[in-house]
């Protein structure tokens, strides 16, 4: 089985680069692609929405390039996130069919409703928070990347980096510590709008976690 440092993405955007990352692209499509797929094939009924789950996760993997080389156990991550844009289709499958109320989806409508003034604040917010995440401690950041961005339950995240279930615990709790601090230190001293976004911002980024602290 191919390692992870086999498929070694530069994650740089020089046109050179840029042609190293697509040939190691292409092999890991190559490698991959016909496995991912007959994966998804046994819970998914029709080939060609097999084969656009499997071509999402590639994807996913190209947006990711550049820190793919923190992923210890690249066999594992690619399947399990192939697994994950399973049920994700499926979910959404049985949402359309069955037209259930979305809650957290509820509150993002409600938000994008506001004023224009409203909105620009609330990306302004979201850059903050993505500034804030991509300066965290390493490992912290890659723990909670995997489960934040990536949809990974706890003891998956734990198989990939090589670590225990209570070392990803501790990383997501410091991680969010850091965020509500150093949210808080920024608009301690505005009101209204902007600390309403910003805890509705808080609400749909911490809510993703209450799952997986279950697991």
């Known amino acids: 089985m191919k390692t992870t440092a086999q498929y070694c993405f530069s994650g740089l955007s020089n046109m050179q680069a840029l ?4 040939a190691v692209f292409r092999k890991l ?3 991959y692609f016909k ?7 046994q819970f998914i009924s029709t080939s060609q929405d097999a084969e656009e789950i499997v071509s999402d996760v590639f994807l996913k993997v190209w947006n990711k390039r550049a820190s793919l080389h923190e992923i210890d156990n690249l066999n594992s991550y690619l399947y399990i996130i192939t697994r994950n844009q399973t049920i994700n289709y499926l979910q959404k499958k049985s949402f359309q069919n069955s037209s259930k109320t979305n809650s957290i989806t509820d509150q993002l409508v409600l938000i994008e409703a506001e004023t224009p003034e409203d909105r620009l604040l609330y990306n302004e917010l979201n850059e903050e928070l993505q500034q804030l995440i991509n300066n965290l ?3 912290c950041r890659k723990v909670f990347k995997l489960v934040k961005e990536d ?3 706890y003891k998956e995240v734990a198989a990939i980096l090589n670590i225990s279930v209570n ?5 997501i709790t410091k991680a969010v510590k850091i965020l509500r601090t150093e949210l ?12 309403k976004i910003a805890m509705w911002a808080l609400f749909l980024l911490f809510a993703k976690f209450f799952h997986f ?3």
Do not use: I
């Open 29 to 31: 499509h190559e490698d």
């Open 19 to 22: 042609k190293e990352d697509k």
């Open 184 to 195: 808080s230190k920024k608009f301690k001293n505005n009101k209204g709008m902007v600390v």
């Open 167 to 171: 070392t990803v615990d501790n990383h």
């Open 213 to 215: 602290l279950l697991v």
């Open 35 to 41: 496995r991912l797929y007959l994966f998804a094939k």
């Open 151 to 153: 949809g990974l339950r």
């Open 137 to 139: 401690p390493l490992q």
